[in-house]
C-alpha cells in the first residue's frame, strides 16, 4: 500500500484538506503550491485562520472509528 500524504492549508479564509501520495506533494511543493510556507510541527493554534497561509503536512491514513456493542450481564447469588 502507497504511503498518503495529508496537506491542511488555510488560503483566503478557507481551509483545505487534500490527499497526495509522495510523488504528487513533492510535485506541488517544487510548483511553489505552498510557498507561504510549511509547519514542522502542530501549530498550537488549532484555527487555521491563524497560520499565516501555512500548510501542515501530515503522512498516514485516514481512520474511522468503529462502533463496538458491549454487554454487560449481572448476576447475584
Not at 34 to 42: C, K, R, S, T, W
Request: glycine letters at 10%; charged letters at 30%; proline letters at 3%.
Amino acid at each position: 500500500m502507497e504511503e498518503k500524504y495529508y496537506v491542511i492549508h488555510n488560503g483566503e479564509g478557507d481551509t483545505y484538506v487534500r490527499e497526495y501520495t509522495k510523488e504528487e506533494l513533492l510535485a506541488e511543493i517544487e510548483e511553489g503550491s505552498y510557498d507561504e510556507g510549511i509547519h514542522e510541527n502542530l501549530p498550537e493554534d488549532g484555527d487555521t485562520n491563524y497560520w499565516g497561509g501555512h500548510a501542515l503536512i501530515i503522512k498516514g491514513t485516514v481512520v474511522t472509528p468503529k462502533a463496538e456493542q458491549v454487554v454487560t450481564k449481572y448476576k447475584i447469588d
